[in-house]
């Protein structure tokens, strides 16, 4: 009786050690632990060649521990990062939600970076990062994993209905302008080879390519370059059917054609965003 007694000390006593200890583990986690400084800005933003004088970035900035100022740090593909600017908060998040807009133009974006005058130069796919670094009231500085991508982009790429007419002077009945000869829509997606350049298919075949280049910077003109070397730009039936692009809708119309036997093959294209 004496041993199932002594043996139950024991364990009753091991076990409040246990507690003890645990408790003990517990405050040393939790000591001294400070918390705020998350800030939520705009995740991505696409920055069109030619079309984006200027966009915004929206910080918010959730109610909670004050925070005194945001550092905002900025790079770009290949560049060293430099402090773009502060913005004052003042611990107005202490009592209530904060949102901050920052503007941006190119010539912001490229303050400090040894960047080219020229946006034209700039390669596809690459991007600004900017990040942010909270100053809180007690002097602590708090980095936040959400940053701001600004990415390089072409401004007419992505996706588009297209429909296409093609029209054949000898086969199938084709009569120009009103029966072509094929006659489809298909989804399809023009990827950008530089800053004002994709390439599609060329007519009704996926055999070779056309170049399709749009210049912002002369009210949006229209070129096509072609690798087969007999294709030539315009419609010949209608000098009036001319390669157009609209920068308010976005619809992209292509004329071109190719001689034959009997006459010229015309191709009609009409390119309108999903």
């Not at 200027?54 to 905002?72: L, R, Y």
Request: hydrophobic letters at 35%; one cysteine or more.
């Amino acid at each position: 009786m004496k041993k199932i007694i002594f043996s139950s000390f024991y364990l009753v006593l091991a076990a409040l050690l246990f507690v003890s200890c645990d408790d003990n583990y517990t405050d040393l986690m939790t000591a001294n632990v400070k918390t705020g400084g998350i800030v939520n800005p705009t995740s991505s933003i696409p920055y069109k060649l030619g079309s984006t004088p200027s966009f915004t970035i929206t910080v918010d900035i959730p109610k909670g521990p004050g925070i005194d100022a945001i550092e905002v740090y900025k790079t770009f593909t290949g560049k060293g990062e430099v402090l773009d600017q502060t913005i004052d908060i003042g611990l107005a998040n202490a009592t209530a939600d904060v949102s901050k807009t920052l503007t941006y133009t190119y010539e912001q974006l490229i303050a400090g970076l040894s960047m080219p005058e020229d946006e034209g130069t700039l390669n596809i796919g690459d991007k600004w990062t900017i990040r942010y670094v909270s100053v809180m009231d007690d002097g602590r500085k708090v980095d936040n994993a959400a940053v701001t991508t600004v990415a390089v982009a072409n401004f007419f790429a992505g996706p588009y209905d297209k429909s296409m007419k093609y029209f054949h002077p000898t086969a199938g009945g084709s009569v120009y302008p009103t029966i072509p000869y094929s006659a489809y829509t298909e989804k399809i997606d023009l990827t950008a080879k530089n800053a004002y350049e994709c390439d599609d298919w060329f007519g009704v075949w996926e055999d070779n390519k056309i170049t399709i280049h749009i210049d912002p910077a002369n009210n949006y003109a229209v070129t096509l370059t072609f690798e087969r070397t007999d294709a030539g730009v315009g419609d010949p039936n209608n000098p009036a059917n001319v390669c157009s692009y609209d920068p308010a809708t976005g619809v992209i119309k292509l004329f071109y054609f190719y001689p034959g036997t009997g006459g010229n093959r015309i191709f009609w294209a009409v390119y309108t965003p999903r």
